[in-house]
């Protein structure tokens, strides 16, 4: 069992009921939606990584368990799977994690775990990782721009089509 505060109760209780009823299908889907809502728990992540093991997939269970403190000897052979899947890159790592949560944790992390180079490498990327939210800002930016020019040219050709039929 297990208890995160500020997630609501009601969910925890069916995801624990979905893994008694071996429903793992369920309860992974349901613990994606409280990652993508709570990312910075990683309580969660771990707990998705024990159902994807569960489900025999140790890949995917090494990309939740791979910002894991203490890890066991099968978390560490699963985290080396998820590597070898992502080709050892540590970017490709660092944007499969897909981690939104608290940078103050990856800077303790990468103090009390040196354990490979490529998972420092990774805790760096991920560190620096915010600089990339004002791409994506501007990408939505120069979306909405491309969509107001479109408007404002089909508004232009309109007017001039009037008045030249007019």
Not at 16 to 36: M, T, V, W
Not at 114 to 124: D, G, T, Y
Not at 141 to 151: D, K, N, V, Y
């Amino acid at each position: 069992m297990f208890f995160i505060e500020k997630i609501p109760v009601k969910t925890i209780k069916k995801i624990e009921e979905d893994i008694e009823k071996n429903d793992l299908g369920k309860a992974r889907d349901r613990l994606h939606g409280l990652i993508s809502t709570y990312p910075h728990e990683l309580e969660l992540r771990r707990r998705l990584g024990d159902i994807y093991f569960a489900l025999k997939d140790p890949s995917m269970a090494g990309r939740y368990w791979y910002l894991e403190k203490n890890k066991t000897s099968e978390m560490e052979k699963a985290c080396i799977l998820f590597e070898k899947s992502m080709g050892n890159d540590a970017f490709n790592i660092s944007q499969a994690l897909k981690y939104k949560g608290d940078r103050e944790f990856l800077k303790r992390l990468e103090l009390d775990q040196a354990s490979s180079l490529i998972q420092s490498k990774v805790i760096e990327n991920l560190i620096e990782q915010p600089e990339e939210a004002w791409k994506d800002k501007l990408f939505v930016f120069g979306c909405f721009s491309i969509l107001i020019l479109t408007i404002l040219f089909a508004l232009v050709g309109v007017y001039a089509l009037l008045n030249w039929i007019f």
